[in-house]
């Protein structure tokens, strides 16, 4: 894990103000999902796209491989062509990327508020314990800023990832990650190295090896 931040510093050395900001956001995914919470995600545009990216890393393996334990290949095999499904299956770790929504997305904006979109899911899918994860490259997005203001009354932890102001979503996370960029493609493209290093990072605590057993 500290080698992969090694790297991480060596490849970007401009993410270094940024260092101790990463350390924290990757405990707490890790926290977060010791406890059996859940990983929620929202952002606008391309940080939508960046929000199914992390969840795809996630989800299913991304560096190492995450094969099921005998004992749950076992009971696949009660079940008729079980055995071979499961030996395609593969252990995740729960992320919802909030921009996926898109019937919600459409009939609430619509129906209600464009800007209380993700607040509206954060209220419907967060739960205590949860976190939540904002990506907005200005940390002023209206619908983001709401979402953050819902997950912290609703008892979830908040990651922002933003430019290097951060925005009004400084002041409303419990971590924000601030990359030393201002134009919105810059500040993404040091977004995916930092979420890249946080889900390997987190992938190699519970996931350490492939297993053998």
């Known amino acids: 894990m500290e080698d992969m931040l090694k790297e991480l510093m060596e490849r970007y050395p401009e993410l270094g103000s940024t260092k101790s900001e990463i350390i924290n956001a990757r405990n707490m995914v890790i926290n977060t999902l010791e406890k059996g919470g859940k990983v929620l995600l929202c952002g606008n545009g391309g940080s939508a796209a960046d929000c199914d990216h992390i969840s795809g890393e ?8 995450r094969p099921l334990t005998q004992d749950d290949l076992n ?9 071979d499904l499961a030996c395609k299956l ?3 770790l729960p ?3 909030l921009p996926a929504f898109n019937a919600l997305i459409s009939a609430f904006s619509n129906d209600v508020d464009a800007s209380a979109v993700y607040a509206q899911l954060v209220m419907a899918l967060g739960t205590p314990g949860d976190l939540l994860v904002c990506l907005t490259t200005s940390g002023n997005s209206v619908n983001i800023i709401n979402a953050a203001m819902t997950a912290k009354n609703r008892g979830l932890s908040t990651i922002g990832m933003t430019g290097s102001h951060g925005g009004k979503l400084l002041s ?3 971590c924000c990650i601030r990359v030393p960029e201002e134009e919105t493609y810059k500040v ?6 930092v979420y890249h290093y946080i889900c390997a990072a987190v992938e190699a605590h519970f996931f350490p090896q492939e297993r053998t057993d």
Do not use: M
């Open 75 to 83: 009971r696949f095999s009660t079940i008729e062509g079980g055995y």
């Open 95 to 97: 992320a919802i990327p």
């Open 90 to 92: 593969q252990y995740g």
């Open 188 to 193: 993404q493209e040091l977004h995916l190295p």
């Open 58 to 65: 996630l989800l299913k393996g991304f560096l190492n491989k």
């Open 172 to 174: 409303l996370v419990d």
